[in-house]
């Protein structure tokens, strides 16, 4: 069985940093793209970044770039989002999920909040 399992989400101040871990298991994921997602209350889910498990290349939203880091440690099959100079925008829920360029995002986590103040 499949699981995704999100941590090192809380409350920051404005100008600070977060680092997210995904923690994945139950499957091999060298081939998956496992990917940040985020949801504000009232918005939409939307994408943060993205990371090849195999290749280790990345791909960030605008709203990204910059400032979070999207990385892997294979042999921990853990995946991290460095995130800094957080902003209130930044405030959501943060999701990891996995999948191929085929499947789509299968798999996903069940999501840690992160919770930027000013």
């Known amino acids: 069985q499949v699981q995704l399992v999100e941590s090192g989400g809380g409350l920051v101040q404005a100008g600070g940093s977060l680092t997210l871990s995904c923690a994945a298991s139950g499957r091999t994921f060298n081939t998956y793209r496992m990917g940040w997602f985020r949801q504000a209350p009232g918005k939409e889910r939307e994408f943060v970044a993205r990371?090849?498990?195999?290749?280790?290349?990345?791909y960030y939203a605008d709203s990204a770039k910059g400032r979070f880091t999207i990385s892997r440690d294979n042999a921990k099959n853990t995946v991290y989002l460095q995130m800094n100079s957080l902003q209130r925008e930044d405030t959501a829920v943060y999701y990891c999920?996995?999948?191929?360029?085929?499947?789509?995002?299968?798999?996903w986590g069940q999501g840690t909040q992160v919770i930027v103040s000013s």
């Open positions: 990371i090849s498990w195999s290749s280790g290349s990345t």
């Open positions: 999920a996995g999948g191929t360029a085929t499947t789509g995002y299968e798999y």
